[in-house]
């Protein structure tokens, strides 16, 4: 929507609480662990308001990139980084992003106790799940925009399941999971898994110092 006739690229941010109208600006800064180095700033880019902060990340390695500036390891918040940047980076640029991604959202993983998607075991080849109480998938579906696949339990396997309340609360479908094809989805797995362990936090607060 057009604001301002005085700046007509300029539009409305929000993050979290905070809302503004205009613009905002991503700073890339070395990090170095030694108190004796000095940080500088290797990098800025500016977006409207209204850019996802994901959607810069991309674009934040490829002008670093130019100036011959990438790191081994380039940290960053969350909001920065998803499953799908995590295997770019590395494969077209040889960097290790290190940030936490988004937690599983799901009630079985809210739940504690629920069979979430990390439970469940895959055969890309085959192209088929296992579920934890060892019942094989019915169908196996590649979804586009975004690239997602679904997989689908028969009805009649989980309706007679001892642990169908801790998987779905469906009463007409079997379970239903959505996953990221391989390389995504293993290393949302992968991250999901790591940044819970000490050795992860302590090595990502390098970027708050």
């Known amino acids: 929507m057009l604001r301002s006739p005085y700046d007509v690229e300029a539009r409305t941010g929000k993050k979290r609480d905070l809302r503004w109208f205009g613009y905002k600006v991503h ?22 308001g209204n850019v996802q902060d994901v959607e810069v990340t991309a674009a934040i390695q490829q002008a670093l990139a130019q100036t ?9 918040d969350t909001g920065y980084v998803d499953v799908e940047l995590l295997v770019s980076s590395r494969q077209d640029s040889g960097i290790t992003l290190v940030g936490p991604v988004l937690s599983d959202n799901s009630w079985q993983a809210k ?6 998607a990390a439970h469940f075991q895959i055969d890309w080849q085959a192209t088929c799940a296992t579920c934890p109480q060892g019942q094989q998938s019915s169908r196996w579906t590649p979804l586009h925009d975004p690239d997602r ?6 009805h009649t396997t989980c309706a007679a399941c001892p642990c169908r309340s801790e998987c779905t609360r469906s009463q007409t479908t079997g379970r239903v999971l959505h996953v990221r094809p391989q390389k995504p ?25």
Do not use: K, M, W
Request: glycine share 4%; hydrophobic share 35%.
């Open 27 to 48: 700073v890339s800064e070395t990090c170095d662990a030694s108190p004796d180095v000095p940080h500088l700033i290797v990098q800025v880019q500016t977006t409207v």
């Open 111 to 116: 739940a504690g106790n629920g069979f979430d």
């Open 68 to 76: 011959d500036r990438l790191p081994q390891e380039q940290f960053l």
């Open 185 to 209: 989805q293993e290393a949302l797995l992968t991250r999901r898994q790591e940044q819970e362990r000490p050795t992860f936090r302590q090595h990502y607060a390098t970027r708050g110092h």
């Open 149 to 154: 696949i679904e997989i689908v339990f028969a």
